[in-house]
């Protein structure tokens, strides 16, 4: 029961929330795109922040993918700096950036169950 509800899972709850609406509200870089803040893991010592992320729509566009790592990247000090006047903590951690491929796989993967059972049901229709 402890275990679900770390202080580590809560800290990045909170630094979810708080970084969603910063980078939709305050960050006024050209190079952004939607971002959607999936997931913030947060180590144990506080140190790191691993911000898990998707953009909305170009998820196939490794140049605008590309360019959205870099925005984020350049806007991280900016953004940990508005996360420590947001969120009372003795340390902020620093922020890394990834992002997140489980969207675009879960799709890939959908797409290609839908099709084998398609092609299931065309060969049962077939053989009748």
Known sequence: M????????RIGD???K????LIQF???????????INEVRVAKDLGYADVYYTVLGID??????????VALDSA???????LSKEVKLRVMPHLRFHYD???VNGARMS???DDAIRKDQSSDSSEE
Do not use: C, M, Y
């Not at 708080?18 to 609406?21: G, I, Y």
């Not at 305050?26 to 959607?36: A, N, Q, S």
């Not at 196939?60 to 790592?69: F, I, S, T, V, Y």
């Open 14 to 16: 909170q630094l979810q």
């Open 60 to 69: 196939e566009d490794p140049k605008k993918l590309a360019d959205n790592q």
């Open 2 to 9: 402890a275990g679900e509800f770390s202080r580590t899972s």
């Open 26 to 36: 305050e960050v006024k870089d050209p190079r952004l795109g939607f971002v959607t």
């Open 76 to 82: 991280k000090s900016f953004l940990r700096h508005r």
């Open 101 to 103: 491929q489980s969207v």
């Open 18 to 21: 708080e970084l969603a609406s």
């Open 111 to 113: 797409a290609l169950i």
